[in-house]
Every structure is written in C-alpha cells, then in structure tokens.
C-alpha cells in the first residue's frame, strides 16, 4: 500500500524553525517528484516545494525561497522540509505527495499530486 507520514510539525514562535519530515511506504522514492504543499483552515491546499528524488532537482514557490529548503534521503524513502524564519502566515497543515503525471518539477497544481498522508500540523504563534 502507497502510503506517506508526515511528522515534525508543532508550535514554534515567530522566527523558528522546524524541520518536516515525509517517509514514504509501499514504494521506493528514487524516481518521482514529491511535494510539500499545505492548507490553512478555509483556504486552497497550496504548493511550497518539489523535489525530485532522482538527482535533487529543487524547485519552490516565491514565498518559501530562502527560509524554507527542501532535501531528500533515498536510502531513508524520506523526504525533509527544512524551515525557517517561520511567520504566522505559514501556519497550515502541511502534506507531501508524489506527482502522478510525470516525475518532474513543473508545477503545483493539487490535482496533479496523490498519496497525501494525513499532514501535520504547524503553528507559528507567539
């Protein structure tokens, strides 16, 4: 069963950090594109970061670039998201998923993705 657990999310002041994790079972990572995406109550799921797993292609959204790094461990089926300088505006529940359409970087439409696991939860509040 394709599965992926999220972890790593909690409650963390303006200004922390927070280092997400996303192992993925039931197949191995080596040669796909996975996604960390998030949602904040009563707003769209929204893409942040990519990365695919083959050669560590990054890719991220204008708002994650230089607080947030994205890194995998092939060995480990686990995908990170390092971040950074967090703010209240990136609280959210934060999912990864792997892109069904093709393994490349090329976009964040929710659609494309699939596999989510159940998220966790981040809140950046002082």
């Known amino acids: 069963q394709v599965q992926f657990v999220e972890s790593g999310g909690g409650l963390v002041q303006p200004g922390g950090s927070l280092r997400l994790s996303c192992v993925a079972s039931g197949f191995s990572l080596g040669y796909f594109a996975i996604g960390w995406f998030r949602q904040a109550p009563g707003k769209e799921r929204e893409g942040i970061s990519c990365i695919r797993t083959a050669d560590g292609t990054t890719s991220y959204v204008d708002s994650a670039k230089g607080r947030f790094t994205i890194s995998r461990d092939n060995a480990k089926n686990t995908v990170y998201l390092q971040m950074n300088s967090l703010e209240p505006e990136d609280t959210a529940v934060y999912y990864c998923?792997?892109?069904?359409?093709?393994?490349?970087?090329?976009?964040?439409?929710?659609?494309?993705?699939?596999?989510w696991g159940q998220g966790t939860q981040v809140t950046v509040s002082s």
């Open positions: 998923g792997v892109r069904r359409i093709d393994n490349y970087c090329s976009g964040y439409v929710p659609y494309d993705y699939g596999y």
